[in-house]
């Protein structure tokens, strides 16, 4: 270590350049960074949004099977963003709410089959929904103190 022909002013002199290099090295990743993110965030802004209701299709691709809410983890492939009045409409024409919507909504998605009209499962929620509410709350006779909040 204590080499007589390289003096301490030349091993600063090479520990100044690893260290620029390794400077420069960090500079160059955080430029590749910045390019990742700004091209992220620029595919982001340019992408649609997403979709408040989906519709799914049956395995021929011709019949609705179900009404799902936007972002729904349960909508398949083959389903495909409508408004809020085509969902309505879908429900009310005897197309049921994805299983989970059901559950998480009440009554709003859970007897909504070709049997049940939305009208017929509460007339409530067929006004609140042609008033354009997007909650309704109800409580039930037997148990006064539960409240459902309904999606319509």
């Avoid at 022909?5 to 960090?26: P, Y």
């Avoid at 390019?35 to 965030?41: I, K």
Wanted: net charge negative.
């Amino acid at each position: 270590m204590n080499d007589s022909s390289t003096s301490r002013l030349d091993m600063l002199h090479f520990a100044r350049r690893i260290a620029v290099q390794q400077v420069e090295q960090i500079d160059r990743w955080i430029a590749a960074e910045e390019r990742r993110e700004t091209g992220q965030a620029r595919e982001a802004a340019a992408r649609p949004p997403a979709p408040d209701w989906l519709i799914e299709k049956g395995l021929g691709g011709r019949d609705p099977v179900y009404v799902h809410i936007g972002g729904c983890h349960m909508a398949g492939k083959r389903s495909r963003g409508v408004d809020r009045d085509q969902a309505l409409r879908a429900m009310t024409e005897g197309i049921d709410a994805c299983p989970p919507l059901s559950a998480r909504h009440g009554a709003a998605g859970a007897g909504l089959g070709a049997d049940r009209t939305l009208d017929e499962v509460h007339p409530a929620i067929a006004a609140a929904a042609q008033r354009g509410a997007d909650t309704l709350t109800l409580t039930a006779p037997s148990v006064p103190s539960q409240e459902f909040h309904v999606y319509v």
